[in-house]
């Protein structure tokens, strides 16, 4: 048998599940309830945040209302098929291949004929007991200005029985007579801390072991997506095999400085040390972790660091495991928050100019020994202005 990645197998089934959503979910649900669903939607936000979960549930919804524990009665259940013909139909639209539920491409399906195509079968009642013809069209922002006027007309005066949900990362790109005709829903990117809270659920039902601060870690690297959280989870419990899921795993895995040695590398910064944090770097890149990867790490270190000096270890900013908090809390005494600030400027700025450099290891390595020699540095500007600005000099 296949198998199903956790991205799919772990898809919302109930407006409840779309982690990080629920003010959209709540607004839908309020809709249906109210019988005022309108004829055309806009989802935007970035990737993995949910629209498409969130579309393909509002579809069950119109065409399969009993299969979704959290969706509100419909005003007219013997409209509706009975309950095992709902749930062929919600099975059908969560794969996707649902008669009545049409899910378009847009960026594969742009040119204006295809909109045309899309129209003349709008025009269609739809089939096997459905109530609504509903068009799920994804990354509609690819579409031709052709195909948007195309389309335009029978999005302002659809049939009654047809629903349009269009979905997109560039909502800029969609024009705006085609906004002015849906309603828009931002969806945001999904906090650290729930990614993180909804990775540990998958991880106890799939009965695998894993440290807290794996899971931390993983719903980080995620940034806001939760797909591409649980894409990085699959990686790491392929390469674990039956073992416990551990931060030196996904260090392996994903090619990520060592933890260990990436804080003794920040420690040798922060007590200016020079030789050792060029030594630190050195070893970091002989196991095989990209520059650009150490530097990014470096960055959010120093980040995690500046929130714990900035905002406190109890800030909801930082997202940390129990045992990491300890550590960097210790480590965030040797360096100050103007500190913190430059480093990540500097560390920033490398990332940009090595890109183009013809030797991005030695941008690395001064970058490093300007790190760890800021502090005498800063020193000698402070004499170097205070000297300026003294009567002495003014004398001369």
């Known amino acids: 048998m296949s198998y199903t990645v956790l991205a799919r197998r772990y898809r919302s089934n109930a407006f409840d599940q779309v ?54 009665p419909p005003h007219n259940p013997d409209q509706y098929p009975d309950k095992d013909i709902q749930q062929r139909m919600a099975e ?9 539920v049409i899910e378009i491409d847009g960026a594969s399906n742009r040119s204006v004929d295809e909109a045309r195509q899309l129209i003349a079968n709008a025009g269609l009642a739809p089939t096997n007991q459905a109530r609504y013809k509903i068009y799920i069209i994804d990354e509609v922002h690819m579409l031709t200005r052709e195909a948007f006027n195309a389309l335009l007309k029978t999005m302002e005066e659809p049939p009654p029985h047809v629903k349009f949900i269009l979905c997109t990362t560039e909502a800029h790109k969609v024009p705006v007579t085609i906004q002015s005709r849906c309603q828009r829903f931002d969806f945001r990117s999904i906090p650290a801390a729930r990614i993180a809270e909804h990775l540990a659920s998958v991880l106890q039902d799939e009965g695998i072991e894993a440290d807290a601060a794996v899971v931390h870690q993983i719903a980080r690297l995620g940034n806001g997506s939760m797909r591409d959280a649980l894409s990085l989870l699959d990686r790491v419990i392929a390469a674990a095999g039956n073992e416990p899921l551990s931060t030196r795993l996904i260090d392996q895995v994903l090619g990520l400085p060592d933890q260990d040695l990436l804080a003794s590398l920040v420690d040798a910064i922060a007590d200016g040390h020079v030789a050792a944090a060029l030594q630190r770097t050195a070893d970091l890149l002989d196991r095989s972790v990209a520059p650009e990867q150490l530097v990014e790490s470096l960055i959010e270190r120093f980040r995690q660091l500046m929130l714990i000096r900035a905002c406190g270890p109890q800030s909801d900013l930082i997202q940390l495991s129990d045992d ?49 020699l800021a502090e005498k540095m800063t020193d000698v500007a402070d004499l170097l202005t205070a000297g300026a600005s003294s009567p002495e000099k003014k004398k001369l």
């Open 19 to 72: 982690v990080g959503q629920e003010p959209i979910a709540r607004t839908l649900r309020n809709a249906i309830a109210t019988n005022r669903v309108a004829h055309a939607y806009l989802f935007t936000g970035t990737r993995g945040v949910g629209k498409t979960s969130m579309a393909r549930l509002l579809a069950r919804a119109l065409n399969a209302p009993l299969t979704i524990t959290d969706c509100p």
């Open 92 to 100: 059908a639209i969560m794969r996707g291949d649902d008669l009545n």
């Open 324 to 372: 990491a908090l300890r550590a960097a809390v210790e480590q965030s005494h040797k360096l100050d928050v103007p500190a913190l600030v430059y480093a990540i400027a500097l560390c920033e700025n490398l990332a940009r100019s090595a890109r183009s450099s013809a030797n991005p290891r030695a941008l690395l390595d001064a970058a490093i020994a300007r790190l760890a």
